[in-house]
């Protein structure tokens, strides 16, 4: 079975947990989508790189999805979803790129 990388899982849990919300108009669904990406993707980080980076990276993961909101009012919904999944993709691969 192939292995899905910690980046894409992350990416895909902030932009797939607002998609989810969004569709739904549940929030709280999009947030379970969310938290289980999130959970999936800390487990992989802390698996590959240790507790530290796991530690830190789950932070930027939280911090992207608040961060959006704010973000999502200057350029608009979709396209800060797609920053901060872009930006906490782009942390995990370095993350976990350097501790292989």
Not at 81 to 89: M, P, R
Request: hydrophobic share 60%; net charge positive; charged share 10%.
């Amino acid at each position: 079975m192939a292995k899905v990388p910690a980046a894409a899982v992350a990416a895909g849990g902030l932009v797939g947990g607002y998609a989810v919300a969004r569709w739904t108009r549940k929030r709280p669904l999009g947030g379970v989508a969310l938290a289980a990406a999130g959970g999936a993707a800390a487990y992989e980080w802390n698996r590959q790189a240790g507790p530290r980076a796991a530690a830190a990276l789950t932070t930027a993961y939280v911090a992207a999805f608040a961060g959006s909101h704010p973000l999502a009012k200057k350029v608009g919904a979709w396209p800060a979803v797609f920053t901060v999944a872009g930006a906490v993709a782009a942390a995990s691969w370095v993350v976990t790129r350097r501790a292989a």
